[in-house]
Structures are given as C-alpha cells and as structure tokens.
T-cell receptor, first 113, second 112 residues
C-alpha cells in the first residue's frame, strides 16, 4: 500500500526567508503524481504544485518549487520569499491509477513578520 | 469558472440522526471525490464517483454512502450518526482524465 510521510508537524519562518517542507512516500508504482496542497485557516484546500513521476524536471510555480528525488521517494516543497499569506497547513499527496489521493499528516507553517 | 461548492457549510446534528451533504463540482468536471478530515486521522478518502457510478471506495462503514447525479452534482449521506463522525467533509472534483483534484470549502459537521 502507498504511504505518504511528512516528518515535520510544525515549522516557522520569518517573512522573506526560504523554507523547505519534507515529504517521503512509498509505492511500488512507476507512474504516479505528487501534489502539495495548502490549507489556510479558512479551510479551503488549494492545489499549490504538481509533479508527474515520469518527468525528471522539478516543477516550479512562482515562489514554490519542488525537489523530486524519485529513487529516494522524496518530494520536498521549497517556498522562497515567504509571505504572511503562506501561513497554512501544507499537505503532501500521492495518487496513481486506481487509487484515491493519499495525504500525509500535514505540516503547519507559520510565517511571522 | 466557479469553484467547487458545498452545502451546507456548517451542520450540527444529534447522535443517531442522519445527514446529507451536497457538492457541486466545477463546470465540466465529472469526477467527484469525498474526504473526511479530522485532527486525529487526518484526511481520509471516502469514495469517488464518475458518471453516476462509484468508482472507488475507502475504508468506511456502510453508514457512509453517496451518489452522483446526471449533472455531476454529488451527495453523501451518513446514517445513524456517531460522535466520531464529527469532522470536516471535503469534496473535490476533477476532469475525467486528470489526477488533479480541486477542493470545495468543506462542510463542518458536529455531532452532539
């Protein structure tokens, strides 16, 4: 069975700094997708970034980028130039054919001024 | 395009009652998935519907059921509510050929 592990329950960072959230996963599938979702205190889950397993190039969306290490089954999220609005819980998620989204337990990120 | 909408946003029910939650997907999205979010268990998959058929089901008791209508709107029903059913219920929609899921704001269910 597939599993997703986020080992950092909480992290804090100052505005304008860079922070990296960790995620590891376990699967025997060769084709799958990985996502980072953000859930602010308002509770609306927002898709931040996606990565297809067959693509070697790391995905980037503005200030958000990932470090995808397929062999190590690692998928970390880097947030550059952190902003107060980045304060949220971040979930790493995995999906492959025939499965539903499998989420990690989440990392609560606090950005302070 | 309007996002995923869920109604009601908040609900308080008594143990033993039943409840129905509604989800309207993004226009053009035919797949709808439901998740339960609790502080202890995190996000857990309930079921997925596509073209009015349940395509996948999570590990929840039979008290949890759902359906999808021809316009892709979906409902989930929980019968004989238990205190442990208190949770945020999230609905997500996706295109039929995409793994990307877009979430609604959720329905906060409190069982007393």
């Amino acid at each position: 069975a597939q599993t997703v592990t986020q080992s950092q329950p909480e992290m804090s960072v100052q505005e304008a700094e860079t922070v990296t959230l960790s995620c590891t996963y376990d699967t025997s599938e060769s084709n799958y997708y990985l996502f980072w979702y953000k859930q602010p205190p308002s509770r609306q889950m927002i898709l931040v970034i996606r990565q297809e397993a067959y693509k070697q190039q790391n995905a980037t969306e503005n200030r958000f980028s990932v470090n995808f290490q397929k062999a190590a089954k690692s998928f970390s999220l880097k947030i550059s130039d952190s902003q107060l609005g980045d304060t949220a819980m971040y979930f790493c998620a995995f999906i492959s054919a025939g499965t539903a989204l499998i989420f990690g337990k989440g990392t609560t990120l606090s950005v302070s001024s | 395009k309007a996002g995923v909408t869920q109604t009601p946003r908040y609900l308080i029910k008594t143990r033993g009652q039943q409840v129905t939650l509604s989800c309207s997907p993004i226009s053009g999205h035919r797949s709808v998935s439901w998740y339960q979010q609790t502080p202890g268990q995190g996000l857990q998959f309930l079921f997925e519907y596509f073209s009015e058929t349940q395509r996948n089901k999570g590990n929840f008791p039979g008290r949890f059921s759902g359906r999808q209508f021809s316009n892709s709107r979906s409902e989930m029903n929980v019968s004989t509510l238990e205190l442990g059913d208190s949770a945020l219920y999230l609905c997500a929609s996706s295109l039929h050929n995409s793994y990307e899921q877009y979430f609604g704001p959720g329905t906060r269910l409190t069982v007393t």
